[in-house]
């Protein structure tokens, strides 16, 4: 089975042109992935490759343009190999025998203002050796003549490797004991995909089996009978935002209850953040503006989500008139305008694209919360919603 996107380990190889980032890239994947040439500018727009890259497992590499860029629209493709850092789990930095200069040192720079971590690869060590001062995790190489650039190569990034990937939490196997009885509430509304369930549901579902739990999945309208079926009340029940307010109706105090949102706010970014973000609902005033913000763009539908549902939700809660915006995809907008921001489940996003906006916006002091903890906040079941996480 393919890992997905999301999942994989995000590693970023970044650079001057014409240093061997493609070079090195093509070595270390065996394969023919980016173009080399001689010819400076050559990679113009991000290049990736999704591998298992063993001992590390799924991985994607993200092969950016030159650094220093002089050819037409150079501009923008630094531009974009620059936020292309939002993304990345963790950073390479290729130079060759000329060592590091502002160029590198501004993309360091932006590694360390977001906690990404990183090792420099010093190429073309067979024309001339330098040694790079003041950097812990330098491997000096030629890519072309090094039999060991692989094994090399995979040693440094275990050493620098994330311990958020290093130790991957569980989407809901660590909040139940191995067993537990679980029921998954899934609307078969609209939004769903016919004939199969959206990424989240079935990563949970997947998740559970994994932690040898017994999984129910029904839709909201059989939830009151299938709690009746059952022998003894669930260890948790699981439900789609988007039926919260029912489900929290039907299903007993007694029972542990959240939904998938909140699952993979706190998988895919940070819930401690999240729910503390949404608190400035209370203080939002008429003609603020909220930023609606989701990784992936889609069809949005007549009761979109996010373009309908959770602005809905909002100004009924605060009695305010509101301003929204939307913005969908990989780059992040100038947020200083907005007094809120409410992000999507992540879903389609790895979570370190998700911290680092959430980096990103507490820079700005502008408060960012999740289309799950915003809605159970809004139907005024936050504290229930988060209770198994134990957090204050």
Do not use: W
């Not at 209850?257 to 819930?271: E, N, P, V």
């Not at 999507?344 to 002091?365: D, F, H, P, Q, W």
């Amino acid at each position: 089975m393919k890992s997905l996107k999301s999942m994989r380990l995000h590693i970023g190889i970044f650079g001057k042109t014409n240093v061997g980032k493609s070079s090195l890239l093509n070595k270390i994947s065996s394969q023919s992935v980016s173009i080399v040439s001689d010819i400076p500018g050559t990679t113009t727009d991000v290049v990736e490759k999704s591998m298992e890259f063993l001992p590390v497992g799924p991985v994607n590499f993200l092969d950016t343009a030159g650094l220093d860029d002089k050819t037409d629209l150079a501009m923008k493709r630094i531009e974009k190999t620059l936020k292309i850092v939002n993304r990345c789990d963790v950073g390479v930095i290729v130079c060759d025998y000329k060592g590091i200069d502002d160029y590198e040192n501004k993309l360091i720079q932006k590694f360390n203002e977001l906690n990404i971590p990183y090792f420099i690869v010093v190429n073309k060590c067979d024309i001339q050796k330098t040694e790079i001062d003041n950097y812990r995790n330098v491997l000096y190489t030629s890519v072309f003549s090094d039999e060991d650039i692989v094994f090399k190569f995979k040693e440094m990034l275990v050493k620098i490797l994330p311990d958020d990937f290093v130790n991957t939490s569980s989407i809901v196997g660590d909040l139940v004991p191995e067993g537990s009885t679980v029921v998954l509430v899934v609307p078969i509304d609209k939004e769903a995909p016919k004939g199969r369930l959206i990424l989240p549901q079935v990563q949970t579902i997947r998740d559970l089996l994994d932690n040898s739990c017994l999984c129910y999945v029904v839709k909201e309208s059989e939830l009151e009978e299938a709690l009746q079926n059952l022998k003894s009340a669930p260890n948790l029940v699981i439900t789609d935002s988007q039926a919260f307010k029912k489900v929290a109706e039907i299903v007993p105090e007694n029972v542990p209850l959240t939904s998938f949102s909140i699952l993979f706010a706190r998988l895919k970014g940070d819930l401690k953040e999240f729910v503390k973000g949404v608190r400035v609902v209370e203080n939002l005033h008429d003609g603020d503006k909220v930023l609606i913000l989701e990784s992936c763009s889609h069809h949005a539908i007549d009761d979109d989500i996010g373009k309908v549902k959770i602005p809905e939700l909002l100004r009924q809660k605060t009695g305010k008139n509101l301003i929204f915006e939307h913005y969908s995809g990989h780059d992040f907008p100038d947020i200083t305008p907005y007094k809120l921001i409410v992000h999507c489940g992540a879903c389609m996003t790895n979570r370190r694209e998700v911290l680092s906006r959430i980096l990103i916006a507490n820079g700005k002091n502008v408060p960012i919360t999740n289309y799950g903890i915003a809605i159970s906040y809004c139907l005024g079941i936050l504290t229930r919603a988060v209770e198994i996480f134990k957090i204050e």
